[in-house]
């Protein structure tokens, strides 16, 4: 696979490759209701525990308008399954909604974070085929860690936000 974004004008896209857009809609994903329960029951169990906790932003840009949005879905599935499969398998993924997802970090500190950061970055930023194209997504990545950065799920998640945007700008 080319190391470079092989980009194409959406009237160029292949009908083809509109047609066999998957068929699961995006908003079929887990989604932002799961995550704070989920960080809630899990910062309860950190607390008892005396553990940390990591909680990563991941936002990529729009797709639709460069090459339509049969397109874009079918490679925020794609992008979704790489993040799922490249998590520990006690990690949580979630779809905070648009193009953002997340991730909880079970049992995860600093180290962990940065390592996984990277391998996310590596991993999701390799061209999807979809079709005849080969799409480039660029992941704008931000982590928080409990305790340091916040005790609540909320104040978690709005730390990772910022951090990715810290770092995209």
Not at 72 to 92: C, F, M, P, Y
Not at 147 to 163: M, R
Request: aromatic residues 4%.
């Amino acid at each position: 696979m080319p190391d470079h974004a092989f980009q194409v004008s959406a009237s160029t896209v292949a009908p083809r490759a509109c047609a066999e857009a998957s068929a699961v809609p995006v908003a079929a994903l887990p989604n932002r209701a799961l995550l704070g329960p989920i960080v809630d029951r899990q910062l309860a169990v950190c607390r008892r525990n005396g553990a940390s906790l990591v909680v990563l932003s991941i936002g990529f840009e729009s797709l639709a308008q460069r090459y339509g949005s049969a397109v874009e879905t079918q490679v925020l599935h794609a992008a979704w399954n790489r993040l799922k499969n490249h998590l520990r398998g006690s990690d949580i993924a979630v779809r905070i909604g648009g193009h953002e997802f997340g991730a909880v970090l079970l049992n995860a500190a600093e180290p962990t974070a940065v390592i996984v950061d990277a391998r996310l970055s590596a991993v999701l930023s390799q061209p999807y085929g979809i079709g005849a194209l080969e799409v480039v997504l660029s992941a704008r990545m931000g982590a928080a860690v409990y305790p340091q950065a916040g005790s609540t799920g909320e104040a978690l998640a709005a730390a990772a936000v910022k951090n990715a945007a810290a770092r995209a700008g």
